[in-house]
């Protein structure tokens, strides 16, 4: 039984509507969750003072990332602040944005293998796979997760640009007329790449090597300015001109690109050591600890992408041992079906592989939570190596059976993730799924007793407390939380201890300070009171609470 492929999914816009139904049927319950209270409260909440004022525009662009003093994303809190100011702290908006940027990126990642010269049906049919995967559900339901799709998106269409390129210089400088009208025909395929900017005559054929390559280099540019990880680019890049594109004898075709990225990246470093001027950062020791320490995540997400079963919205190094020996299985039978493929392409397998490690390795500097979504990016490489054995290759999809076959495993996905997506659904949800997943991990401990806490519910939220510093005793705010909870039940000394405790821990914290300095005002003890309040204050000018206590206890004197 045959089934004509080509024109049920393949015609025209047809594909990229397979996509959107796709993403929008297994996604679309995102729009109505709300937070999660792991950074997201923090970037919408905490900064709506500074995301309602439109001249804090231009300032975006001259302070660090809003969670931490180590990044500079200006790209990405563009997107939050225009979404604060239109919606506030309403969270359909965030969710709406994020999710479209899903979309997109499974749009793009269709492209791209367009570009690499995949087929159409199996193009098709790894973007289905990369909407649905469920692996990367944290890019589309946790607001913060976007961070790795916009910058993989800006990622993706700097290098379809950069094959566009190098192709169409290629055929120009054959100074074949017919090769000049074959492109110009393949341009006009929507399906093929960006057709809204396929040359329309000669002059714009000679022409788009220069559009191609300033929208390579401004994409780059974006990629940097979305997240640090973008750093590696270049490095995937030399890869394909050189194991692909097979232009390792065009030293300098090499060279050109080389000097232009690294101008790039040399002003971009500039800026972010002017804008982090503060910040001190960690040495190159500690980097290469920290990488070495986190191999083991490398199998961890191999597991994850070949075996989804055991997720988590905030894994733990330490509590991955499942899901690194499915990693270990999964490769060893990958590297089994590449043995036995006979027409495998050694240079893509590299390209594959160098892209998968190298778009890793950033996120394993100085971090024990591997979060699924950093793998968005990464798993593209993942899919090429794969798309080098010979069964997949040989999959033809107009015969009902192989159709069948990955309409399976595509529907098994999108199953997962449609029932994975509601643990990102409320802050309860979402922390017990991470309790349950990384019992290691001290900050969801910390973070589900907040959110008992703000229930109403001590009890719970003091044992959580209590497990978070078990767990981690320098574990930062936990010491600061159970002495607030202990002052909200007047139980002074004890939260006197603790906040004492946190201030040892995490000297720089201005909440403490204030947070001591209200204990003391209660207890009437004002000018001990002020000189905490004054000391959180000097840590944080912006600290609102503090400073109207300070005004209260000035009266007093």
Request: proline letters at 4%; hydrophobic letters at 50%; charged letters at 15%.
């Amino acid at each position: 039984m045959n089934f004509n492929i080509q024109k049920s999914l393949l015609d025209g816009w047809k594909p990229y509507i397979c996509i959107i139904v796709l993403g929008f049927l297994i996604y679309s319950q995102v729009l109505f969750f709300g937070l999660t209270y792991l950074d997201d409260s923090i970037i919408i909440i905490n900064n709506q003072n500074f995301f309602q004022n439109p001249q804090n525009i231009i300032q975006i662009f001259k302070q660090p990332d809003f969670i931490s003093p180590q990044f500079y994303r200006p790209i990405l809190h563009l997107f939050f602040f225009f979404e604060s100011y239109l919606s506030g702290t309403a969270p359909f908006l965030f969710h709406l944005t994020t999710f479209l940027l899903h979309l997109l990126g499974a749009i793009l990642v269709f492209l791209l293998f367009l570009n690499l010269e995949y087929k159409k049906d199996i193009s098709l049919i790894f973007s289905l796979i990369f909407v649905a995967h469920p692996v990367l559900t944290q890019s589309v339901a946790w607001i913060p997760g976007r961070t790795d799709s916009l910058w993989s998106i800006f990622a993706i269409l700097s290098f379809i640009f950069l094959i566009k390129f190098i192709k169409t210089r290629s055929i120009i400088t054959k100074n074949s007329k017919n090769n000049i009208e074959n492109y110009k025909v393949a341009e006009n395929d929507a399906e093929n790449a960006l057709s809204f900017l396929a040359p329309k005559s000669k002059f714009l054929t000679l022409l788009s090597p220069i559009l191609f390559f300033g929208a390579h280099l401004f994409f780059l540019i974006l990629t940097l300015l979305s997240k640090e990880t973008a750093i590696v680019l270049p490095i995937i890049f030399i890869f394909y001109i050189l194991f692909i594109q097979n232009h390792g004898k065009k030293i300098r075709t090499s060279i050109s690109f080389l000097l232009s990225w690294s101008v790039i990246i040399a002003l971009w470093l500039a800026l972010r050591k002017i804008i982090l001027s503060s910040f001190v950062g960690v040495s190159f020791y500690e980097i290469k600890q920290s990488i070495i320490a986190h191999i083991p995540a490398i199998f961890s997400y191999i597991g994850k992408i070949l075996f989804p079963f055991n997720l988590s919205v905030l894994p733990h190094i330490n509590d991955l041992s499942q899901s690194i020996i499915l990693g270990f299985v999964g490769l060893i039978l990958i590297v089994i079906a590449l043995v036995f493929s006979k027409n495998k392409r050694f240079n893509f397998i590299v390209f594959g592989v160098v892209w998968f490690i190298v778009a890793l390795l950033p996120s394993f500097i100085i971090s024990k939570i591997v979060h699924e979504s950093r793998i968005y990016f990464p798993i593209i490489g993942f899919f090429i190596i794969f798309l080098e054995i010979d069964w997949i290759k040989k999959i033809d999809f107009s015969k009902i059976k192989h159709l069948i076959i990955f309409t399976i495993i595509i529907l098994f996905f999108s199953v997962v993730s449609f029932l994975y997506v509601r643990t990102y659904a409320t802050p309860i949800s979402f922390w017990q799924n991470a309790i349950k997943t990384s019992p290691h991990s001290s900050l969801a401990r910390l973070n589900l007793g907040v959110i008992y806490f703000f229930s109403g519910n001590l009890m719970k939220s003091e044992i959580e407390y209590k497990k978070a510093i078990e767990l981690n005793p320098k574990e930062q705010m936990a010491h600061n939380n159970l002495g607030f909870l202990y002052q909200t039940q007047k139980r002074y000394k004890d939260a006197e201890i603790e906040y004492k405790k946190e201030i040892k821990i995490n000297p720089n914290y201005d909440v403490v300070y204030y947070n001591l300095g209200l204990l003391y005002y209660e207890n009437k003890n004002t000018e001990t009171a002020k000189k905490f309040i004054q000391h959180a204050i000097f840590l944080n000018p912006k600290n609102i609470y503090a400073s109207e206590l300070l005004e209260t206890l000035k009266n007093i004197f």
